[in-house]
């Protein structure tokens, strides 16, 4: 494929690939490296495109199959800090070891809830899945440990 074809097949599907991984993954820089990804694999398997389906679903299973990758990989790795858990004030001046000693003083599922939200970055389904609650409830308790740890920081 030609680079002016490769540059009128990506000004088609990028906008397809970009969003597709904004509304999947929580981190946007996740986001972007994984549009990336699919962005080359798009390209390299062109030529391999059959025309059996129409371009928008083929394309959107080779985003599926990359972000079906980057889950298994992230499942695989051992918890890792989010890059923002460094000391540093937050952006509303709460200093995080302030916030670090406020979470000795909640339960163990808010202290779970908090570290696999706001330090892991998982979005709140794989959060539900996880602790095995619907989302729903997921999202009132982290609620209640905002609300927590906001009276003990208060």
């Known amino acids: 494929m030609s ?3 490769e540059a009128e097949l990506l000004a088609r599907v990028l ?5 597709f991984f904004r509304t ?5 820089e996740d986001a972007e490296d994984l549009a990336q990804e699919a962005a080359v694999a798009v390209v390299r398997a062109w030529p ?9 679903t083929w394309v959107y299973a ?8 980057h889950l298994r990989r992230r499942e695989r790795l051992p918890p890792r800090a989010a890059a923002r858990d ?7 001046g709460t200093d995080l070891l302030a916030v670090e000693l406020a979470l000795d003083g909640v339960s163990p599922l808010h202290r779970t809830l908090y ?3 706001y330090r892991l970055g998982y979005p709140v389904r794989d959060i539900a899945a996880h602790v095995g609650k619907p989302e729903g409830t ?7 440990l905002r609300a927590e740890l906001q009276r003990i920081l208060s």
């Open 3 to 5: 680079r002016a074809g």
């Open 15 to 19: 906008p397809f690939i970009e969003g």
């Open 24 to 28: 999947r993954v929580s981190v946007p």
């Open 48 to 56: 391999r495109f059959e025309h059996r389906s129409a371009e928008t």
């Open 62 to 69: 080779v985003c599926r199959n990359i972000l079906c990758s």
């Open 86 to 92: 460094t000391g540093a004030p937050e952006r509303d």
């Open 115 to 117: 570290d696999l939200y």
């Open 138 to 144: 997921v999202k009132y308790e982290l609620y209640r």
